[in-house]
């Protein structure tokens, strides 16, 4: 029978092998030394919890799209659209145009229409709707997809797609859907179509990374119509599941230029999940018109060490002059974006964050507010919705842009997740979100520094137990 000296010695091989692999990602000093305490502290708890929670970074080879676009995107129509993009954004937005699309090393793009779906029924209806009328191909990507009433429906409508001759291509998180059987999509495999987990735990392809993401929400139909926002499909998002209640969600139909940029992004998870290509020029409409509105695509993940979600959030801060204000499903700042939201509203812009108190994270909720009151004596108004649980990923900056995405304010959205949202130059759809905000602003409680410094003793305490996990979330 092994003795007490071998596992001990077991388990200081796992953390030696865990602690060089967190060094070798240059994490955060606050959170590299948070990890390296707890995995030699607790050799098997701590090396565990790390593979399975703590790693962050994934090497993957990309499908070059710029290269593998080449031959159906002309270098001097490429220049074209790119010179009337910026002479659609105001001088003073400019820079920040320039700056965000270096960031994320995407072509600035356009869209022509950007609606705003404000309830799953819309989504879900309008989706089909897509699906139902859909000439040469679907693409579906979901965080969370269930075998439940709108998960069926949803998938019944891709099978009848598929059997008509459409190509049809369903990309799911593993994590996210892993209630979900593979089964489900039977039918619509026998029809024809594809479907593929977007798989960071895979041992036969040397993967093993428990605590990567894939929380992009995008579809794509024909090239022509791309839905992205923060929905994914199950009952909940109707507000029909008992445990979660009401709840209140934001999922936005763009159409233009900008369908074949979102492509570009499901194209690239494909080659990741599969290793076959979406480079036909079929799949990307080509079209010399550039968008009624300038657009650009956010994306960002744990394969980028750049980080472009948190330095395009801070970018954002950074330019807002007269106001910012974001709605988010989490929050959980770290350093760089609490002083980014400190100086922004130390500048005098309306800064707001809406944050839903009914939540199915508690302790994301108490993180979220040991926080308060470094905030608010900046300026930053704090606002708490109750009555749904807000999974809106959104913002409004200034009049006239907005951002519709799957990122939260949290450490994972910045760093660990597979994010993707538009930011947009849109009056009409800036104006519609600053108005529903507006109005949940109302029906919500703002947070007030005097109220909030006499909430009960046990609450201050179980956010200063909390807060100090914040790095590792």
Excluded at 186 to 197: I, N, P, Q, Y
Aim: aromatic letters at 12%.
């Amino acid at each position: 029978m092994p003795s007490l000296t071998f596992f001990t010695i077991i388990g200081y091989t796992m953390a030696l092998i865990a602690v060089v692999h967190l060094l070798s990602l240059r994490k955060q000093p606050a959170s590299t030394l948070a990890w390296a305490w707890g995995i030699l502290l607790f050799p098997y708890l701590g090396a565990m919890l790390y593979w399975g929670i703590g790693a962050d970074r994934l090497r993957r080879k990309r499908l070059r799209r710029r290269a593998a676009f080449a031959p159906f995107r002309r270098d001097r129509r490429e220049h074209r659209r790119h010179e009337a993009f910026f002479a659609l954004v105001p001088e003073d937005d400019l820079g920040l145009a320039r700056v965000l699309a270096r960031l994320n090393r995407i072509p600035p793009t356009g869209v022509d229409r950007f609606r705003l779906l404000h309830t799953a029924d819309v989504f879900y209806d309008t989706l089909i709707e897509r699906i139902d009328a859909a000439r040469h191909h679907i693409h579906i990507q979901f965080f969370i997809w269930r075998d439940d009433d709108p998960g069926r429906r949803l998938r019944n409508a891709l099978v009848a797609a598929a059997r008509r001759g459409v190509i049809v291509r369903v990309l799911l998180d593993e994590i996210g859907s892993v209630l979900l059987a593979a089964s489900h999509f039977r039918d619509l495999v026998l029809a024809g179509g594809e479907f593929s987990w977007f798989q960071t735990i895979s041992p036969l392809r040397r993967r093993f990374l428990f605590n990567l993401r894939n929380h992009r929400k995008v579809q794509i139909i024909d090239g022509e119509y791309a839905f992205v926002g923060g929905m994914n499909v199950g009952r909940e998002y109707q507000g029909l599941d008992p445990k979660f209640g009401a709840w209140r969600d934001l999922q936005a139909e763009l159409t233009g230029p900008v369908a074949c940029t979102l492509q570009e992004s499901f194209a690239d998870d494909w080659f990741f999940a599969t290793g076959r290509r979406v480079i036909e020029a079929c799949y990307y409409p080509d079209s010399a018109d550039t968008g009624r509105h300038p657009a650009l695509v956010l994306a960002g993940g744990p394969d980028d060490p750049s980080e472009p979600p948190q330095k395009s959030i801070v970018s954002l801060f950074n330019h807002a002059r007269r106001r910012a204000w974001f709605t988010t499903g989490y929050f959980v700042p770290n350093g760089v974006l609490l002083s980014a939201l400190q100086l922004c509203a130390a500048r005098g812009v309306d800064v707001r964050l809406l944050i839903t108190e009914k939540t199915d994270h508690p302790g994301l909720l108490r993180i979220g507010r040991s926080f308060y009151d470094e905030l608010m004596a900046a300026g930053v108004r704090i606002f708490e919705y109750s009555r749904a649980l807000n999974h809106t990923k959104a913002a409004v900056i200034d009049e006239d842009w907005l951002l519709v995405g799957s990122a939260n304010l949290d450490n994972r959205s910045m760093r660990v997740n597979f994010e993707l949202g538009v930011f947009a130059r849109e009056p009409d759809a800036a104006a519609e979100l600053a108005a529903r905000l507006e109005e949940d602003f109302t029906a919500s409680i703002e947070i007030k520094p005097a109220t909030f410094a006499r909430r009960p003793w046990y609450e201050k305490s179980m956010e200063a137990a909390f807060r100090p996990f914040a790095p590792l979330l």
